[in-house]
């Protein structure tokens, strides 16, 4: 059976009978997990096992692993791993060490889909939705960290979900809550698109920003906007991988998430994005969701493609690497390389 061009979220640490039948009469690509869905090692390795076993084995599976504050795999049980400011001004190494420990940490756990990193550029006086999750202010600076975290997870095995595409920096409010509006122009968004630009041939899927850009849609925000999808990230940006939404229930968005479903793969995303959890929800937006395109499947066939010609495992070396160069003195002052989500 064709699935679904939907990625959905699971309400807890097991999966359910109820979920399992949805699963089974109306399979969804792929299943994103967060916090209420992890509690121990052993437990996750036999959910994801359990996901695969009806979805079948290359079924995505997504977690948002960036490190610092959002971290769905957390001490004790697993590694902390830096926020991306943190490595603003070190090695190449460094990071994709990183990358590479994190991606592997979560490949243990049977997680291939990883929601990073983020290619948002940090901009001084924005929400802090974005803040420590960015590289750096720089965006040659983004790209030089950004291209070495995406080698490093795809690395380890992994797929890396770049975020948040055309570029959420400069957004005054969040996204989970409410519509953030960006009025800058042309010019200042070059600058936003610019990391995106540059790993779009790289092999990685982008995760859109709910955001209105006013210079480019004065209407719809970017992940319901055929103009933004089709001339700036299709066209300008020159993205030709998977495009998978935001989490179509979050504040920004208004209306049904199975008619945001619909605006969305109309606009040009080849799949959504659904994570609240619940039962009634996500059959809901399954029923009314089309089948996963042939051009879509195509993409993701691709990012696998990359991904393996990548592939392979240093993990106890690269720590040592990542570790002597975060250690190293251009660290910027006040990073806490072991900064995490509370």
């Given at each position: 059976?064709?699935?679904?061009?939907?990625?959905?979220?699971?309400?807890?640490?097991?999966?359910?009978?109820?979920e399992a039948a949805l699963l089974r009469a109306s399979p969804p690509v792929?299943?994103?997990?967060?916090?209420?869905?992890?509690?121990a090692p052993a437990q996750l390795r036999a959910l994801t096992a359990a996901i695969r076993d009806i979805l079948g084995a290359e079924a995505p599976i997504l977690v948002d692993q960036e490190g610092g504050r959002v971290a769905r795999l957390k001490p004790p049980a697993w590694e902390a791993f830096p926020a991306a400011a943190a490595f603003e001004g070190a090695p190449e190494v460094a990071a994709h060490a990183n990358a590479l420990l994190l991606g592997a940490t979560c490949l243990a756990e049977g997680l291939d889909l990883v929601c990073a990193p983020v290619l948002d550029i940090r901009v001084p006086g924005a929400h802090g939705?974005?803040?420590?999750?960015?590289?750096?202010?720089?965006?040659?600076?983004?790209?030089?960290?950004?291209?070495?975290?995406?080698?490093?997870?795809?690395?380890?095995?992994?797929?890396?979900?770049?975020?948040?595409?055309?570029?959420?920096?400069?957004?005054?409010?969040?996204?989970?809550h409410e519509l953030p509006r960006v009025r800058a122009c042309p010019a200042q968004l070059a600058l936003d698109i610019a990391p995106f630009r540059a790993l779009a041939a790289s092999g990685a899927w982008a995760m859109t920003a709910h955001v209105l850009y006013e210079a480019w849609d004065a209407a719809l925000p970017a992940t319901i906007s055929p103009s933004v999808i089709?001339?700036?990230?299709?066209?300008?940006?020159?993205?030709?991988?998977?495009?998978?939404?935001?989490?179509?229930?979050?504040?920004?968005?208004?209306?049904?998430?199975n008619d945001l479903a619909a605006a969305s793969l109309e606009a040009g995303c080849d799949v959504v994005?659904?994570?609240?959890?619940?039962?009634?929800?996500?059959?809901?937006?399954?029923?009314?969701?089309?089948?996963?395109?042939?051009?879509?499947?195509?993409?993701?066939?691709?990012?696998?493609?990359?991904?393996?010609?990548?592939?392979?495992?240093?993990?106890?070396?690269?720590?040592?690497?990542?570790?002597?160069?975060?250690?190293?003195?251009?660290?910027?002052?006040?990073?806490?390389?072991?900064?995490r989500e509370a």
């Open positions: 059976m064709t699935p679904r061009a939907a990625i959905i979220g699971l309400s807890g640490p097991v999966l359910t009978a109820e792929g299943v994103i997990l967060f916090a209420r869905n992890i509690a939705v974005i803040g420590d999750r960015a590289f750096s202010e720089d965006p040659h600076e983004v790209i030089r960290l950004g291209t070495a975290w995406v080698a490093g997870l795809q690395a380890a095995g992994a797929i890396p979900v770049v975020k948040h595409i055309p570029g959420h920096g400069r957004a005054t409010a969040d996204s989970h089709g001339t700036i990230i299709r066209g300008e940006i020159g993205f030709d991988g998977v495009l998978v939404t935001d989490d179509l229930a979050m504040g920004a968005l208004s209306g049904a998430s994005l659904h994570c609240t959890g619940r039962i009634g929800d996500s059959a809901a937006l399954l029923a009314g969701c089309p089948a996963l395109t042939d051009r879509a499947a195509e993409r993701l066939a691709a990012a696998r493609a990359v991904r393996d010609a990548f592939h392979r495992r240093e993990p106890a070396a690269l720590r040592a690497l990542r570790d002597a160069a975060l250690a190293a003195p251009q660290l910027p002052a006040g990073a806490d390389p072991t900064a």
